[in-house]
Nanobody, 116 residues
Framework: QVQLVESGGGLVQAGGSLRLSCAAS????????MGWYRQTPGKQRELVAT???????NYADSVKGRFTISRDNAKNTVFLQMNSLKPEDTAVYYC??????????WGQGTQVTVSS
């Protein structure tokens, strides 16, 4: 079993910054990607950013140049540095981990609210 614990969400003014963290524990073996997704009420969960074990990254167009994903493989932790936040970034942010041999796990979510 795998557990993901997120932290770092909160309320920030537009233009501000937040840093999300997600620590994975349990049976961690052959990780493919770790990443962040977000969801607002009535909408589907959408990709924000992912990073492979080899540090290749992928970003949603809406966050490119503002958000940076990074990863500490030794600690099975993924980070999301969010700068120049906009009100439209307001959402529940979910951590995700995918394994090479299958398996896909989600964190409980952390609320990010950006006020205008």
């Amino acid at each position: 079993q795998v557990q993901l614990v997120e932290s770092g969400g909160g309320l920030v003014q537009a233009g501000g910054s937040l840093r999300l963290s997600c620590a994975a524990s349990g049976t961690i073996f052959r990780v493919n990607t770790m990443g962040w997704y977000r969801q607002t009420p009535g909408k589907q969960r959408e990709l924000v950013a992912t990073i492979t074990s080899g540090a290749s990254t992928n970003y949603a167009d809406s966050v490119k140049g503002r958000f940076t994903i990074s990863r500490d493989n030794a600690k099975n932790t993924v980070f999301l540095q969010m700068n120049s936040l906009k009100p439209e970034d307001t959402a529940v942010y979910y951590c995700n981990i995918k394994f090479q041999l299958g398996g896909n796990y989600w964190g409980q979510g952390t609320q990010v609210t950006v006020s205008s």
